[in-house]
């Protein structure tokens, strides 16, 4: 099939890639002429694994390219939209404007029988209220909305082999029609048996907003227990694995640590509420309220915790490690880790930060931030040392090793991922979160 792509982001570029990849002719399209430049190339203008491999790949192929030129997308059927939709400034809305100029913008190159294909997560009803601009618009085109459902870290194998399809159509043969379509498209992974559930616009939407909300609240769940467990003196860890083994509550998305961040959990949930409020619902999803103050109470946490372990902060050398949101991520947005940085530096630590993949990125959003080059360096004359992302360079750190560099041997496991017996064992004063 012939597909254009408009946004070539952490979600479009790995989609663009892995249709052309798929067999499809791909064109994905994007304003940043730098992105488009990189991407052209063959490099990835973020740390994503695999991808670059698969850029290379599709582009060896002819069948991908990457351009700024809106026109291009005269060339395709199938239209994915997979721009960004933020937090608004100032408010808990989902900021809108990006979705809506890549509609406008596509409007122009539209043909008889074209399919719109909404990706970005967007709050329920946006889909409707875009079906008549694209119908509207009287070229005889079609607007479908099929939610993505992948992690970072993960985006090729989650776009390339999902657990399964979501496909908002509207009603009668146009759904027919744009249920057809999408079949072709996801041809491969759905020959494997992946589900499909074929549905109206405002349940598509929903799908993806309420998935995001349940994983935020499983984790702010178990951070409320480690709460719980901090007062009383039980350890969080052996009970997410005690209530996991029931497989009516599962053991994945129970890790208690610094909490959730990224570009979707935290703004999705804030965005889901707003539109609850907006629908004169505001008391239905209150509690999201909640599991987002739990969430940001574990970032204090982690900042208490250290002044009780080193005494005053002011002065403090603290060597920190990990920025990214989460592992095989180099992503600072709404990074609880950076979070925790900046309310160090606040007050008056001397942080050394170090992250695999994530030093750039955390630098350009705080240009303050002091960065080593290695786990060694960001450590070395610490008073103590904080794990904030669970790399697993980290989880493989040798105590004695650290022990060596450090000034005083001191741990805060923000993400309750090292072996605690191991470095107590060396003499190290160690705190996780929700743990003795
Ligand atoms: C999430 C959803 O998982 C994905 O389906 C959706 O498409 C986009 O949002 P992502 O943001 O890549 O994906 O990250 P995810 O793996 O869900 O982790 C989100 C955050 O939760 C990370 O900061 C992670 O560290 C944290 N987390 C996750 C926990 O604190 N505990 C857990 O048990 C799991």
Redesign the pocket.
């Known amino acids: 099939m012939r597909i254009s792509v408009i946004g070539c982001g952490y979600l479009g570029a790995v989609h663009a890639a892995c249709m052309a990849e798929l067999g499809h002719d791909v064109v994905g399209i994007d304003v940043d002429e730098h992105r488009v430049a990189e991407l052209s190339a063959g490099r990835a203008p973020f740390f994503e694994p695999g991808l670059p491999d698969v850029l290379s790949r599709a582009l060896a192929t002819g069948r991908l390219r990457f351009t700024t030129d809106m026109a291009a997308a005269a060339e395709a059927t199938v239209h994915f939209v997979a721009v960004g939709t933020p937090q608004t400034k100032g408010s808990f809305n989902a900021d809108l404007t990006y979705v809506d100029a890549a509609v406008q913008g596509l409007l122009p190159y539209l043909g008889e029988g074209d399919l719109v294909v909404g990706k970005s997560t967007v709050p329920v009803g946006t889909a409707a209220r875009l079906a008549g601009v694209v119908e509207g618009a009287g070229a005889g085109a079609t607007l479908a909305w099929n939610p993505?459902?992948?992690?970072?870290?993960f985006a090729v194998r989650d776009t390339v082999a999902p657990d399964r399809f979501v496909y908002g159509v509207p009603q009668g043969d146009a759904g027919e029609r744009a249920t057809a379509v999408l079949d072709e498209v996801y041809a491969t992974a759905l020959a494997t048996g992946t589900p499909r559930i074929v549905t109206d616009y405002a349940t598509a939407e929903l799908v993806k907003v309420s998935?995001?909300a349940f994983?935020a609240t499983k984790?702010s769940f178990?951070n409320a227990m480690a709460e719980i467990a901090e007062a009383t003196g039980a350890d969080v860890t052996q009970l997410a694995d005690a209530i996991g083994h029931d497989a009516r509550i599962g053991r994945?998305?129970?890790?208690a640590?610094?909490?959730?961040?990224?570009?979707?959990?935290p703004k999705d949930i804030r965005a889901f509420r707003a539109r609850a409020d907006e629908l004169g619902l505001a008391d239905t999803l209150s509690f999201l309220g909640e599991v987002d103050a739990i969430n940001l109470r574990r970032r204090e946490r982690v900042v208490t915790l250290t002044r009780e372990l080193v005494g005053d902060l002011e002065g403090a050398t603290i060597g920190v490690l990990g920025l990214a949101?989460?592992p095989d991520?180099d992503d600072v947005r709404d990074s609880?880790a950076l979070d925790v940085v900046k309310k160090l530096v606040e007050a008056g630590a001397n942080v050394t930060a170090y992250d695999p993949e994530a030093n750039e990125t955390a630098t350009r959003s705080l240009p303050s931030l002091v960065t080593a080059g290695s786990a060694a360096d960001a450590v070395r004359g610490a008073d103590a040392v904080l794990v904030l992302t669970e790399w697993r360079e980290f989880r493989d750190l040798v105590p004695a090793e650290v022990k060596a560099l450090v000034s005083r041997a001191v741990v805060v496991d923000g993400r309750n991922c090292l072996d605690a017996d191991a470095w107590r064992a060396e003499g190290f004063v160690l705190r996780g979160l929700g743990r003795p």
């Open positions: 993505e459902f992948l992690r970072e870290g998935a995001n994983l984790i178990i994945r998305f129970l890790n640590g610094l909490g959730f961040g990224g570009g979707c959990l949101f989460k991520s609880p």
